[in-house]
């Protein structure tokens, strides 16, 4: 009966390891262009005229930059960090302090924001990341909280860029 349970027990630790290993290999990469489609988003405020997601994977290290344009002022965000859940970083502007991380939930990316604006006022930010079968499609649902006020929760739509093929050299001979 003891061989009967240690024999289990080691099946169950062969399948979580091998189902974590399955899990870690099936992250899918979100690098690429990304640009926002204000049709298919549901957002909970006036959209940007103009946004464009840029994302570099190279696992566990990912660097999102984002232009958005509102009128004629563009607004540019980079963020630098390790998706493993652990490894924070602190983003400070005169307007607010950041504190954020970035982890897989299943196959999709997290980032996860506790914000303290310079009034003192408190929020969390959280974006899910994921992307479509055939990865052209980028989604980010994006829920907000502020303290005392009530939650948002907005639908954010990317379109991957096409890579545009290089111009052809003309040959010498």
Do not use: C
């Given at each position: 009966?003891?061989?009967?349970?240690?024999?289990?027990?080691l099946?169950?630790?062969?399948?979580?390891?091998?189902s974590?290993?399955?899990?870690?290999?099936?992250k899918?990469?979100?690098?690429?262009?990304?640009?926002?489609?204000?049709?298919?988003?549901?957002?909970?405020?006036?959209?940007?005229?103009?946004?464009?997601?840029?994302?570099?994977?190279?696992?566990p290290?990912?660097?999102?930059?984002?232009t958005?344009?509102?009128?004629?002022?563009?607004?540019?965000?980079?963020?630098?960090?390790?998706?493993?859940?652990?490894?924070?970083?602190?983003?400070?502007?005169?307007?607010?302090?950041?504190n954020?991380?970035?982890?897989?939930?299943?196959?999709?990316?997290?980032?996860?924001?506790?914000?303290?604006?310079s009034?003192?006022?408190?929020a969390?930010?959280?974006?899910?990341?994921?992307?479509?079968?055939?990865?052209?499609?980028?989604?980010?649902?994006?829920?907000?909280?502020?303290?005392?006020?009530?939650?948002?929760?907005?639908?954010?739509?990317?379109?991957?860029?096409?890579?545009?093929?290089q111009?052809?050299?003309?040959?010498?001979?």
């Amino acid at each position: 009966m003891k061989v009967l349970r240690v024999s289990l027990l080691l099946a169950l630790f062969a399948l979580t390891i091998s189902s974590q290993g399955q899990q870690s290999q099936s992250k899918p990469n979100l690098s690429g262009t990304w640009v926002f489609n204000a049709q298919k988003s549901a957002l909970k405020w006036t959209p940007p005229a103009s946004m464009t997601l840029q994302i570099e994977q190279n696992d566990p290290q990912v660097t999102l930059s984002r232009t958005q344009v509102y009128g004629d002022k563009s607004y540019d965000w980079k963020l630098d960090i390790l998706a493993d859940g652990q490894k924070e970083v602190v983003q400070n502007s005169g307007l607010y302090t950041a504190n954020i991380r970035m982890y897989w939930q299943g196959n999709s990316l997290v980032l996860d924001q506790k914000i303290t604006a310079s009034d003192g006022t408190k929020a969390t930010d959280q974006v899910t990341y994921s992307l479509s079968g055939d990865g052209n499609m980028l989604q980010a649902i994006e829920h907000q909280a502020t303290a005392g006020s009530k939650s948002t929760t907005s639908k954010w739509v990317y379109e991957r860029q096409s890579q545009q093929p290089q111009a052809q050299q003309p040959q010498v001979q």
